[in-house]
């Protein structure tokens, strides 16, 4: 079932009617049959609440959303590699639950105030107060700090990608006590829910933390070739430090320090702090005072590639930024602050599957969501053996079955039917269970004879 809202693209799986329908098992059970009718609408239109609270934060920011409705619950997803500051993405997480908690609270005021809805139909009132009940308690079990929930999602992004792990030990500590509570007071449904997200995070703290760039080291050996006093190091250090953590005011004040010595350190660390400076002026959104960092940096030598790109990229100057950033890759820069610009520049001059060929070659070093996000895109565009081989390497190292999924997908839509089985039943092996699905969907409708009957049976 798909349908568009409000501009928005809008895809309801059979498994979220499943999933409504077990959770209204008691209503039925008592024979209430009406009720449960209305129970599902509810939930249907609870979950769709809390979705179009994260949709119209994020079309906030120019970018189209997508809502998937799931045996999980609900996803909203967006296709741009625009990025988003922490704090953007910490108040789209938030939009959701707190969309639920104005509705609950609009209804709450209007069965209490307006009197006149009383003599409505008993059914229809005993829907709103079913309204006011799910969308409080979906948006309080979405604000618990456990990943995929948004309150997971919150923690990811206020602590940053540097303290990933601790985020994952947060998440799975909390699911685990959550999932026992649950499993206790007899919520089984809630219960195998945080189980799957307990399993999750112990996969994303057993990934291996990102190894420094090679290039990035060999820059910042080359930017201070002269010997640099420890004070100085040390300011650059902290400045860098801000820089990635997005707090661009402490950042501009370190370099500012570092320029203002006397006597004045040398060239590589003059430049650095410049570069510094501009990447601080990026993230505030001024982009000619950005430009202006990069010319002072030009008198101590060479600026880095990634700021001078970004600077293009920012004033929509395609072209100079791709000339620049592929310089720098073919020179041996593989840093993604060089990729991750690139790539943009390729999806917006519409060569996809290139851009998908870099992502795939810095995979290592994008954030699972970015990955994910050019496999998507690389499959919107018909470039499903970049998409497939992109989804299998996010696979390998998260271990969660709707990557495998995913490169099933892509490898089927490819011609490649074997590789797409394969892959399938590395989906199954992982966990992948929704037959109903993977057998409406159109990716897989040339392998509907033996193939896919043999990996994941008619439902």
């Known amino acids: 079932m798909s349908f568009r809202l409000f501009g928005v693209s809008v895809d309801v799986q059979l498994g979220f009617w499943l999933s409504a329908a077990l959770l209204g098992y008691g209503i039925v059970a008592g024979g209430q049959y009406q009720l449960f009718l209305v129970w599902i609408l509810v939930v249907f239109l609870s979950v769709l609440m809390h979705e179009f609270g994260h949709a119209f934060a994020i079309k906030r920011h120019r970018v189209e959303p997508e809502i998937t409705l799931h045996f999980m619950g609900g996803t909203t997803t967006w296709r741009s590699l625009l990025p988003l500051g922490r704090l953007q993405h910490v108040l789209i997480s938030l939009a959701g639950p707190f969309a639920g908690f104005l509705v609950a609270g609009i209804l709450h005021l209007l069965l209490r105030y307006v009197p006149a809805l009383y003599s409505l139909p008993p059914m229809l009132l005993r829907g709103m107060e079913m309204l006011i009940q799910v969308n409080v308690v979906w948006g309080i079990l979405n604000l618990i700090p456990v990943l995929p929930f948004d309150g997971g999602h919150v923690l990811e992004h206020a602590l940053g990608p540097r303290r990933a792990r601790l985020t994952a030990a947060i998440s799975g500590v909390s699911a685990v006590i959550l999932a026992i509570l649950f499993l206790r007071a007899g919520f089984f449904f809630f219960s195998f829910i945080l189980v799957m997200s307990a399993f999750q995070s112990l ?104 700021l001078v790109g970004a600077v293009h990229l920012a004033l929509g100057e395609l072209k100079q930024a791709r000339k620049v950033l592929e310089a720098a890759r073919e020179a041996g820069d593989d840093r993604k602050e060089v990729a991750g610009p690139l790539i943009r520049v390729l999806v917006e001059q519409r060569e996809v599957p290139r851009a998908a060929a870099v992502a795939l070659d810095i995979v290592e070093q994008l954030s699972e969501e970015d990955a994910r996000r050019m496999a998507e895109i690389a499959f919107e565009h018909g470039a499903f053996d970049w998409s497939a081989r992109l989804y299998e390497a996010i696979f390998r190292r998260a271990g969660l079955s709707e990557d495998a999924y995913g490169a099933a997908r892509a490898s089927a839509k490819d011609g490649n039917a074997e590789r797409a089985i394969a892959l399938l039943q590395r989906a199954v092996e992982a966990g992948f269970s929704d037959r109903a699905r993977a057998w409406s969907d159109s990716a897989f409708e040339a392998l509907r004879g033996g193939p896919l009957e043999a990996v994941l049976p008619r439902p």
């Not at 070739?225 to 250090?237: D, G, K, M, S, Y």
């Not at 953590?245 to 950042?251: G, I, N, P, Q």
């Open 203 to 306: 996969q994303r703290f057993r990934s291996e933390p990102e190894a420094p760039s090679p290039a990035l080291n060999r820059r910042r050996a080359a930017l201070h070739e002269e010997p640099v006093p420890p004070a100085t190091a040390v300011l650059l250090q902290r400045a860098r430090r801000a820089v990635e953590e997005e707090r661009a005011d402490e950042a501009m004040a370190l370099a500012n320090e570092v320029l203002a010595q006397s006597p004045a350190p040398p060239k590589g660390a003059l430049r650095e702090a410049h570069e510094l400076t501009g990447w601080s002026h990026l993230l505030l959104g001024d982009t000619k005072r950005a430009g202006e960092a990069i010319a002072q940096a030009r008198k101590h030598g060479d600026p880095d590639a990634a």
